[in-house]
């Protein structure tokens, strides 16, 4: 195994299930968080994930509607599935979280960023994580909407830092867009054998590599959900129509399995938000971008985050 010792950073919606998936695939993996209260509110999104594995492992039995490409190979007999989830009782067992960058990154061999959608946050996170680092480190940012470039010369090893996105309920969808920066004036570009190191774990914890050929704000999967989002959330803040009438559509139309509001639950709204407020006519309450980002803040405030908190746009 190339890559046997991972640091997540943070432990929101994609961070948790990028942690989770690392450790069932069997690297020791630990997860780093801001503060005592964020150790406490990622411990049951551990949990969560805990039984989602357990329950479709156990349901693959005698259900092929239940396949997961990220949890075991196609055909698994019963007694393999059976192994299977052992190996999710001990990726629970074995996961640490703490809020020491020394204890998080001393013998790190990737870490992937997974905190807020905001640039401050990000900066302040990458200089401080360098003075912590191994050489040999690779860094990725699983940024939904931000370029690798923006950041790299923040991270102490820009040719050894690149882009690794991964898709919501990564157990069954499955994919890891790989994208590296070009480099700048006094700034490396990403290493091609740290671009293929990468492109080698997404592979060894059971994702399939998506590899961007140069850098694209969104990737490719959030160059086209995110314009898609973005529209039925205006078509909300507009009064168009209700967030269950605007599901409906896109199923009845699409034939899709699920509308754009399940969809931004499943994403966490705390997300959208960020995501939209990178767009300086959030700010100006008299445009759309503005009437969402108000809307997005009530349902925030209103402890209304999404599927992990129990609430969003739907109960659950």
Known sequence: MGIKNVVVAGGGVLGSQIAFQSAYKGCNVKVWLRSEGSIGR??????????????TL????????????????????PEELDVLKAQVERAFDGLVLTTSYDEAAADADLVIECIAEDPRE???????????????????????TMLPSAFAKYTG??????????????WRNNTAEIMGHP????????DPAAYDAVVAFAEQIGMIPLKLRKEQPGYILNSMLVPFLSAAEALLANEVADVETIDKTWQLATGAPLGPFRILDIVGLTTAYNIGRLDPRAADPTTVQGKVAAMLKRYIDEGKTGINAGEGFYKY
């Open 122 to 144: 990000k900066v302040a996170f990458y200089t401080e994580l360098a003075k912590h680092l191994p050489e040999r480190t690779i860094v990725v940012t699983n940024s939904s």
């Open 58 to 77: 156990e349901a693959m039995k005698t259900n092929p509607a239940a396949y997961c490409r990220g949890l075991a190979p196609q055909g698994a007999t």
């Open 42 to 55: 990622a411990k049951p999104k551990f949990e969560r994930l805990k039984g989602i594995y357990l329950n």
């Open 157 to 170: 090893r820009p040719d050894k830092y690149l882009a690794l996105h991964f898709a919501n309920e990564i």
């Open 183 to 190: 480099g700048a004036e006094g700034v490396s570009a990403t």
